[in-house]
């Protein structure tokens, strides 16, 4: 209310401003006016006093400056409240109006759903691992395939029939044939897609065409067929899907490679070792053959120093033959003893991009692995590479100090995992001049295998 009235004052204020304003401009016209008329001065006289009364008047009855201005001030600044709780009314209107749409939203993609699956479409459950650009790839072949089945262009009907002269039976029955040829369809194709591996491709999309034919055969006088552009969808899906088994095929290959290159390691370790001990044990033998010639030489007489003697010499260059070959298997027994760097990663445990980085000196390096994954985490390890090296220390010192700042715990030194790429480790261990090839991909098939078993309990229990 006093908001109200010091408006209200406001305006009066500026009303009676706009009379003073009126009235001066009126004198003045009247003042030139009689002026103009050439009236005699007494009269003149007598009017302009008159008009002084009247503009004094006028100007007792205006209010202040300084009123009106602090009326005109206080309007303004309820104007501007007014306008912002209009404002803050607006917003929240918009918001709510959002929040509106989004549920409607929800509601509808939730039937729309209902509708797919009704229509036999299961969306892709990743069994193993794929590489991010795959698995978008397929997700955005599903979402195509979906808007088709959303809008009812997964098969199509080439004749306009009618039933009992009826457009809308003959529609009806329609719908239902291609529903049905629709289900049928993508039972077979996503059967040949759950099936696909790296060695029955071109069988899976044989499949899919023979189940494509075998419908359009049955519902050939009716016109009924699978949408083309459909159909090729589902085909890019197989591929995508055929391409995830086989990177999944090399990392097992690479995996067995890496077994295979420890194998022999530890053959070569075993021969070494092996061929270490006949040649000191030869060297012992020589040794004690050459001590008792030069005993017998002593002990001889003259007429058989000559043969003594070249015994002497033949036993030394045993002796000499024999120190060789002790100390090249010393050296090849330390080669095979030096170490090992290993890279492993167990995305199940610490997800992707994390790999540990770590030494073993054990006859069996795999054994540490092993010793990894035992209880403590619940997923086993991969091993991307097994890294056989003079100076096993030295490689793994120079690897931590490079992805120093990428460890996962800047604290304890001995926690030796990194958010590293094995693209980076390949990289370095080529600019130290080792030829080793590091596998990228990890099979971590006991995740996935959760994961594909977890997927299928939820779907029960939906149902």
Not at 431 to 456: C, F, H, N, W
Request: aromatic residues 6%; hydrophobic residues 40%; neutral net charge.
């Amino acid at each position: 209310m006093i908001y109200f009235l010091a408006f209200i004052a406001a305006v009066a204020a500026v009303g009676l401003g706009a009379a003073f304003l009126f009235t001066l401009q009126k004198l003045k016209s009247e003042k030139r006016e009689l002026e103009s008329n050439r009236m005699d001065q007494r009269v003149l006289s007598q009017r302009s006093k008159g008009l002084e009364a009247e503009l004094r008047e006028a100007r007792s009855k205006m209010a202040p400056a300084d009123q009106i201005e602090a009326a005109a001030s206080e309007a303004a600044r309820l104007r501007k409240e007014a306008e912002r709780k209009i404002s803050e009314i607006d917003n929240v209107i918009q918001q709510r109006k959002a929040e509106l749409l989004a549920l409607d939203r929800q509601v509808k993609i939730s039937s729309e759903d209902k509708a797919i699956a009704e229509l036999g479409f299961i969306r892709r459950n990743f069994t193993y691992e794929d590489p991010a650009a795959y698995q978008r790839a397929i997700g955005d072949v599903e979402d195509k395939l979906a808007e088709f089945l959303k809008s009812g262009k997964a098969a199509i009907c080439t004749i306009n029939w009618t039933i009992e002269g009826s457009g809308k039976k003959g529609d009806q029955m329609i719908g239902k044939l291609l529903k049905l040829a629709t289900r049928t369809f993508n039972a077979d194709a996503d059967s040949a897609i759950s099936r696909v591996k790296w060695n029955n491709y071109e069988a899976m999309v044989g499949r899919i065409h023979k189940s494509e034919d075998a419908i359009e055969k049955t519902l050939e006088k009716w016109g009924v067929k699978i949408n083309d552009d459909y159909r090729k969808l589902k085909l890019a899906e197989l591929h995508l899907t055929f391409e995830q088994a086989e990177v999944i095929q090399r990392s097992r290959e690479e995996q067995r490679d890496i077994r295979e290159q420890q194998r022999e390691e530890d053959k070569a370790r075993r021969e070494a070792e092996l061929a270490q001990r006949e040649a000191e044990r030869e060297e012992r033998r020589v040794g004690t053959a050459l001590e008792k010639a030069k005993k017998e030489l002593a002990e001889s007489h003259s007429a058989d120093m000559t043969k003594h003697l070249e015994r002497i010499r033949a036993l030394e260059e045993q002796l000499a033959t024999a120190a060789e070959s002790r100390q090249r298997a010393v050296s090849m027994a330390e080669l095979t003893k030096r170490g090992h760097v290993y890279i492993a990663s167990n995305l199940g445990s610490f997800g992707p991009g994390v790999l540990k980085i770590g030494m073993t000196r054990r006859l069996d390096p795999m054994d540490r692995i092993w010793e990894l994954s035992d209880a403590s985490v619940p997923f086993d390890f991969d091993v991307h590479g097994m890294i056989s090296t003079d100076d096993a220390p030295a490689l793994e010192a120079k690897l931590h100090k490079s992805f120093d700042d990428r460890r996962l715990n800047l604290v304890n030194q001995r926690k030796e995992f990194f958010r590293v790429t094995i693209q980076e480790i390949q990289g370095l261990v080529i600019e130290y001049g080792l030829d080793v090839k590091l596998t990228l991909a990890a099979e971590a098939k006991e995740l996935y295998e959760s994961e594909a078993l977890r997927t299928q309990g939820k779907a029960v229990g939906m149902s």
